[in-house]
């Protein structure tokens, strides 16, 4: 593994182990804000003004816990696609080396394998057609 490789999986390895804390801590302060919500009394002023504190403590911690699930599905879903695309290089180099070609070809190479019509042979009597047709419109 390279260096850059190592030093990605501690970053990704770092963000999991945050974020799974932080779904913790949430999961755990929407369990205690429930109880609390539960044994206030509904008739006391300030169980009420306390009561619509901890409801918007529970939304902060609903919120924290779906953006971190959220993150999570993020970085497995990025981790896939990285995965994906180092493959992809892989099966590139294998059919490379299987067709005997090391190196991407040349610009030369690649000229003389173009057809006329995509090279721009042919489109500049077409350009030339359209601005007669053009001036024999305007006179």
Request: aromatic share 8%; proline share 4%.
């Amino acid at each position: 593994m390279s260096a850059v490789e190592s030093s990605l999986t501690f970053i990704v390895r770092f963000l999991v182990v945050g974020l799974a804390i932080g779904v913790f801590d949430s999961i755990q302060s929407i369990q205690g804000l429930q109880e609390q919500i539960s044994v206030t009394d509904p008739n006391d002023l300030y169980s009420a003004m306390s009561l619509s504190s901890r409801k918007q403590r529970i939304f902060r911690a609903e919120r924290n816990l779906y953006l971190a699930g959220f993150c999570f599905a993020l970085i497995f879903i990025i981790r896939r696609l990285f995965q994906l695309a180092a493959q992809n290089a892989d099966l590139v180099d294998e059919i490379k080396v299987a067709s005997g070609r090391t190196r991407p070809p040349t610009a030369s190479q690649l000229s003389s394998s173009v057809p006329a019509a995509i090279s721009g042979t042919e489109t500049a009597p077409v350009r030339g057609n359209l601005a007669m047709n053009s001036a024999s419109r305007q006179g």
